[in-house]
T-cell receptor, first 112, second 110 residues
């Protein structure tokens, strides 16, 4: 296993379109996180899964955002009706109870 | 809500110089992680420190955790262009959720 994998790496979309990102965590990790990072800032927590259960959602995650982890393995993050303010780097991370979080390379979203 | 402040925000130095960056928390750390992030990439874990007063070394990087577990420093000796990046401190806040500082953006000029 080579680490956390995210797809796509880059996404340019028009305002109002829907986008979906995928994250494949490290295989033995049962915890999965989504973070958002804007220029000049540290990552901000969006949501957390333990296995397939979504245990917490940040207030940053508006109704237009939805995340799933259907079989406790990969996860998807969907943004509906994108807005320019959604432009950011979306980071996925995974961990087990005994390890720190390891991050993927991120998906850079640009809404035009 | 815990706040992590990092200083300086930006640092530009010549290759071979030494530098120190700082991370201060508004509350006691549960466990402190330092990450480095290169442009367009995700953060990469450098080290975890847990015990107050702990010092860890990773080649030319020295990480120090304050006795009161509310502050930390990262010292780089003889910086190289490959050290360029955004240095982030983070706390797991005793839960699964990580809180990050705003980062120190380091540029090492050849």
């Amino acid at each position: 296993d080579t680490g956390v994998s995210q797809d796509p790496r880059h996404k340019i979309t028009k305002r109002g379109q829907n986008v979906t990102f995928r994250c494949d965590p490290i295989s033995e990790h049962n915890r999965l996180y989504w973070y958002r990072q804007t220029l000049g800032q540290g990552p901000e927590f969006l949501t957390y899964f333990q296995n397939e259960a979504q245990l917490e959602k940040s207030r940053l995650l508006s109704d237009r955002f939805s995340a799933e982890r259907p079989k406790g393995s990969f996860s998807t993050l969907e943004i509906q009706r994108t807005e320019q303010g959604d432009s950011a780097m979306y980071l996925c991370a995974s961990s087990s109870q005994r390890t720190e979080a390891f991050f993927g390379q991120g998906t850079r979203l640009t809404v035009v | 809500t815990q706040l992590l402040e990092q200083s300086p925000q930006f640092l530009s130095i010549q290759e071979g110089e030494n530098l120190t960056v700082y991370c201060n928390s508004s509350s006691v750390f549960s466990s402190l992680q330092w990450y480095r992030q290169e442009p367009g990439e995700g953060p990469v874990l450098l080290v975890t420190v847990v015990t107050g007063g702990e010092v860890k070394k990773l080649k030319r990087l020295t990480f120090q955790f304050g006795d009161a577990r509310k502050d930390s420093s990262l010292h780089i000796t003889a910086a190289q262009p490959g050290d360029t990046g955004l240095y982030l401190c983070a706390d797991s806040s005793g839960t699964y959720k990580y809180i990050f500082g705003t980062g120190t953006r380091l540029k090492v000029l050849a």
